[in-house]
């Protein structure tokens, strides 16, 4: 079945990079990659999306292996604020409907 | 701007009974999304709808049953309610299909389900 795989967690200080990885090795055609993060079980939130090109918006960047099998989620200068689940999101097509598949999250810890 | 809707934030029920969670949304999408979240584990979807009138199934959809008579709103009924349904749902909606478009999809704050 397709999936999507993440790690459990990572940390990463404040002030410093964070490289959140996730592996999509069944994706294809035109589905998206998305990311979202969820903090204290709020609503997920949305973070930034790209199909096949890397991407770049004011909250982070998001690379796109060019085989689209992984993709790396950057936040270039983590702070507290960004300690939160991490999800990489993708959509398979299942018979006459989809299925959104969300990985198992990364717990990301921003260390002062 | 409210954005995306959820009512109750929180809920308790015995087996058996029946209650309705409502979404609500003010960005005009056609797609409206109800999932829910298990400890430790990422979104499943239950069931979603692509515009006024119509819903389709999910991923999970045993166990309920949905209703998107309004563009805006879009209702998760639990006819009887079972402990394997206590979870976290969430209610989403995009202006196209969430996942294969260039759009992103807009998530309520939760609805905490239990059921004793």
């Known amino acids: 079945d397709a999936k999507t795989t993440q790690p459990p967690s990572m940390d990463c200080a404040e002030g410093r990079a964070a490289n959140l990885p996730c592996n999509h090795s069944t994706i294809s055609g035109n589905e998206y990659v998305y990311w979202y993060r969820q903090i204290h079980s709020q609503g997920p939130q949305y973070i930034i999306h790209g199909l096949k090109n890397n991407e770049t918006n004011e909250m982070a960047s998001l690379i796109i292996t060019e085989d689209r099998k992984s993709s790396t989620l950057i936040l270039p200068h983590a702070t507290l604020r960004d300690t939160a689940v991490y999800y990489c999101i993708v959509r398979v097509a299942m018979d006459s409907s989809y299925k959104l598949i969300f990985g198992s999250g990364t717990r990301l810890l921003v260390r002062p | 701007n409210a954005g995306v809707t959820q009512t109750p934030k929180f809920r308790v029920l015995k087996t058996g009974q029946s209650m309705t969670l409502l979404c609500a949304q003010d960005m005009n999408h056609e797609y409206m999304y109800w999932y829910r979240q298990d400890p430790g584990m990422g979104l499943r979807l239950i069931h979603y709808?692509?515009?006024?009138?119509?819903?389709a199934k999910g991923e999970v959809p045993d166990g309920y049953n949905v209703s998107r008579l309004k563009k805006q709103n879009f209702l998760l009924g639990l006819e009887s309610a079972a402990p394997s349904q206590t979870s976290v749902y969430f209610c989403?909606?995009?202006?196209?299909?969430?996942?294969?478009?260039?759009?992103?999809?807009?998530f309520g704050q939760g609805t905490r389900l239990t059921v004793v």
């Open positions: 989403a909606s995009s202006y196209t299909p969430f996942g294969s478009e260039n759009t992103e999809a807009f």
């Open positions: 709808s692509v515009g006024e009138g119509t819903t």
